[in-house]
């Protein structure tokens, strides 16, 4: 399976990198690299490059492989994208393969997973293809990765742009915060809202003045910004609130917030499940039909004051 794999990502990238960025059929490529059998450490992949780990044992077997087996591919998988998500805060979701072959989505409320792909067959082979030829061709956000999170290897800070969205008729305000990579609050789970805190600056290596929330809580699709459970609506009712009656005590003061905006085709676009997802699952043929259906989330983030003592 790692030759196949090899062979389908240089032939992708080879082909797409020859085009001209002004080709009618050009787009955005990356090379899958695959590494050793033994590294088990996520760092060390960016937005332009995406690692695959593997493992032999049923490599050169036809038949598939029994349950105890695939729980521990499982379990291995787990505990390598829970080290992700806490090594690597700009990653949100992860795309995983399983010998027989098995494609796992690690969502926000499930793992989602093919049926199983015979690599002895020659419909296996064109199946597998077609899932390295899409990914090949994906962009950052459809690997889960959050290109409004950079980190700086020389300052040790992720530059993270932060939104505001209270003047509706207008484009939102973007700003740029600076957080340190020793003082994030980061607690990794495989499920939920995939919630991470930043202790920011407003300037590279300044002062910490704001924390800033990341967050992807479930939202209705059409109406995110009215939903009853949107956290920002809710600091900013409690901020007109107590701005007129002094309360006594200091409260959460929000400075920023918005759907998070993506690059999408040249145009800013509010990042949520459908967006990061949602393309590359739909082109991937053979989803489980006894899944449940997917909940939909939609990226927050937060600027807020003040920090406590």
Request: proline share 6%; hydrophobic share 45%; charged share 15%.
């Amino acid at each position: 399976m790692q030759q196949l794999f090899d062979l389908i990502v240089h032939v992708v990238y080879d082909e797409v990198v020859q085009l001209s960025p002004t080709d009618p059929v050009w787009q955005e490529t990356r090379l899958l690299q695959s590494t050793g059998a033994f590294d088990y450490v996520p760092m060390g992949s960016d937005n332009c490059m995406v690692k695959g780990k593997w493992d032999t044992e049923w490599a050169s077997k036809g038949s598939e492989p029994s349950q105890a087996s695939l729980d521990k591919a499982g379990s291995q998988l787990v505990w390598y994208i829970l080290n992700l998500y806490t090594s690597q805060p700009n990653c949100w979701f992860a795309w995983a393969l399983i010998t027989f072959v098995y494609v796992c989505l690690f969502g926000h409320d499930h793992v989602y997973h093919t049926q199983a792909i015979n690599l002895a067959t020659l419909a296996g082979h064109q199946l597998f293809a077609q899932f390295i030829i899409c990914w090949s061709l994906a962009g950052p956000v459809q690997f889960g990765l959050d290109p409004m999170i950079m980190f700086n290897v020389t300052m040790q800070e992720w530059a993270i742009a932060c939104f505001d969205n209270t003047c509706t008729d207008e484009p939102p305000v973007q700003m740029v915060y600076y957080a340190k990579h020793s003082i994030m609050s980061i607690h990794p789970l495989l499920f939920g809202h995939h919630t991470m805190l930043f202790f920011a600056s407003a300037e590279p290596n300044g002062n910490v003045t704001v924390f800033i929330k990341d967050t992807w809580p479930i939202a209705n699709v059409d109406t995110a910004e009215d939903d009853l459970r949107n956290e920002i609506m809710l600091l900013h009712h409690i901020h007109e609130q107590f701005s007129m009656h002094d309360p006594g005590v200091p409260y959460l003061q929000i400075k920023m917030g918005s759907t998070i905006q993506q690059h999408n085709h040249d145009q800013l676009e509010k990042d949520d499940a459908t967006m990061a997802y949602g393309s590359v699952k739909a082109a991937l043929p053979l989803w489980d039909p006894e899944l449940p259906t997917q909940v939909h989330c939609v990226h927050w983030r937060m600027v807020m004051t003040p920090i406590a003592d």
